[in-house]
């Protein structure tokens, strides 16, 4: 095992078209810039690691294996000895919601509020440093961590006063807000429900303080916007997050332009050090077409060319829509979000403009619903290499499963989720319902393209934490250790996979990312542990020495 201070001293810290290969030769003898010697290297497609080289000139790597680095290394190549330390690409992480996020690093973060009265603890104390006018945001609080009773104004009220309160839980479709919130944005017993969305109200039919989905908007207009500056600012501090994570980059499948904006200014000043796909929604086809009429599909550190919407809500907030009605809940079977027709108005002249649509679908009515969408689509428009996206893909009728190979659709999955909603899904939809719920290993089994992310913040924007839930789906709670639903495991690889060659290409990079591979950008990632010889439950400890993005160290530990 590698020292850190030894690793250190080594000297690390000194439809979219699908872009074509760089313009670097793998058959050039010309020498390297940087010399990486003595990793136990994961490529991304073998089967196993070896140790290995990887030499490196400009921003891709030239060169793989020790004979052909040892043979290009000339008196200005830069030799880094990585004492046999273990290497592997750049991890990517294909659903954050990056901006929003980033911006919570500073917010009240409720993820670790285990009571009622620790939430309100948390609140309390936040709400009394406050300067005036200025509200008290956060997320991460879970009613299902002390047994599922929701939580209403009352509860905030006698310790926050006229200071307003917005706080999420931790899935971002559910809020919670004061009084004082609630009368600032106008919200009581008249206010009439939105679309896609509900006013949670009393048996007296008051508002109770909770707005499940698009209702979210009715708060979300008259919170005092961050300035541009501020956005940026959180944005690197959530680069500098992720990069210490060994990731490499991130999608953002985004339902607003706020990411996207930060993104072009932070484009304008330079590299980003962490590589983006933006997404922006699916209603503003127009914006975006202007600006890649503009100005192209963006770069290697910036691309764009996604658009994403909505279908329904989720399942902890019993707005994710299915069939039948919620066991928990029967007066409910979740929320439409958007119109079938809508939807399938907008992709169709999406993919016309030969953007990708990625559609969130949760509930086994909504998925449904957006197979059809992009297979009715699909047989519109004709073939082409679309590469339509299922955000979540997270209840499915058995029926369906095979659809996503069949309808060439990639099943974008958070193998976190599994661990978390895993505590309580049953209460939510019954045993029956479960076949078809989270069942990753089933639509891998079918051939179906897949990538993984973590829907950060819903869960940790650390790829180890995602891959050892996609092995090993252990709840949280501890009381699976078998793994739950233990037939929809995956392999080492296909989680591996899914942070890496199946994320290029669900990002139209392919043939640049994902892969350690003479012509590849050179992203790839220094670990203190060798992920293929440790135990399944160690994978969440491992810790990133040095990320490479580029071929420069965006971090070093």
């Known amino acids: 095992m590698l020292k850190r201070r030894d690793f250190l001293s080594a000297g690390v810290g000194c439809a979219l078209p699908v872009l074509g290969f760089p ?51 000339s008196k200005r190549t830069r030799v880094v ?9 750049g991890l990517m992480d294909c659903h954050t919601h990056f901006s929003l996020a980033s911006l919570a690093l500073t917010e009240v ?41 929701l939580p209403d104004r009352s509860w905030l009220d006698k310790v926050t006063g006229d200071v307003p309160v917005s706080v999420s839980r931790y ?15 106008g919200i009581n017993r008249d206010t009439p429900d939105i679309a896609g969305g509900v006013i949670v109200r009393d048996r007296n039919g008051e508002p109770t303080g909770l707005l499940k989905d698009t209702a979210k908007t009715l708060v979300e207009a008259v919170i005092p916007a961050y300035s541009p500056l501020e956005i940026d600012d959180a944005m690197r501090r959530g680069i500098a997050l992720g990069l210490s994570k060994g990731v490499t980059r991130v999608h953002c499948p985004e339902i607003d332009w706020r990411t996207h904006e930060s993104l072009m200014r932070l484009r304008a000043q330079g590299e980003t050090n962490l590589r983006f796909y933006s997404m922006v929604p699916l209603p503003d086809w127009e914006r975006l077409l202007r600006q890649v009429q503009e100005q192209g599909w963006g770069d290697d550190w910036v691309r764009w060319g996604g658009l994403k919407a909505l279908a329904d809500g989720s399942l902890g907030s019993r707005s994710a829509l299915f069939q039948q009605p919620y066991n928990d809940d029967r007066s409910t079977r979740g929320v439409r979000v958007h119109p079938v027709r809508d939807l399938l108005e907008w992709t169709l002249i999406a993919d016309r403009h030969n953007f990708q649509v990625a559609i969130h679908a949760i509930g086994d009515q909504a998925t ?64 029956e319902r479960l076949k078809g719920t989270f069942a990753y290993r089933s639509i891998v089994d079918q051939g179906a393209r897949f990538c993984c992310g973590s829907d950060w913040p819903v869960a940790p924007l650390d ?60 992203d790839f990632v220094v670990l203190d542990k060798n992920i293929f010889i440790i135990p399944f439950e160690q994978i969440n400890s491992m810790s990133t020495l040095s990320t490479i993005v580029g071929g420069k160290a965006r971090y070093t530990a």
């Open 23 to 73: 313009a670097i030769a793998a058959s050039s003898r010309e020498g390297v810039e940087t010399a990486y010697i003595n990793a136990m290297l994961w490529d991304g497609y073998s089967a196993a690691p070896s140790m290995s080289a990887i030499g490196v000139t400009g921003e891709h790597v030239s060169c793989v294996g020790a004979e052909a680095v040892k043979a290009r290394i």
């Open 81 to 89: 000895d990585l004492q046999g330390a273990f290497v592997m690409p």
């Open 109 to 149: 973060d409720l993820r670790g509020a285990k009571t009622p009265q620790m939430m309100v603890d948390q609140i309390a104390a936040r709400a009394r440093t406050v300067a005036k006018g200025h509200w008290v945001l956060g997320t991460g609080w879970d009613a299902d961590q002390w047994g599922g009773a």
């Open 171 to 185: 899935d971002l479709h559910m809020l919670l807000l004061n009084s004082a919130a609630l009368r600032l944005a």
């Open 368 to 431: 449904h619903d957006v197979l059809d969408i992009f297979q009715t689509v699909s047989d519109r428009n004709g073939p082409r290499d679309r590469r339509f996206r299922m955000e979540h893909a997270q209840s499915l009728q058995l029926a369906d499963i095979g659809r996503f190979k069949k309808e060439n659709v990639i099943a974008s999955i958070q193998p976190y989720h599994a661990i978390d909603d895993g505590r309580w899904a049953v209460r939510r939809v019954g045993p």
């Open 463 to 522: 790829p180890f934490t995602g891959i050892q839930a996609a092995v090993l789906r252990q709840t949280l709670d501890g009381k699976n250790p078998g793994g739950w639903m233990p037939e929809q495991k995956l392999t080492l690889l296909q989680a591996l996979s899914g942070y890496t060659t199946g994320a290029a290409y669900a990002g139209f990079s392919e043939n640049r990312m994902g892969r350690i591979l003479p012509g590849f950008l050179a």
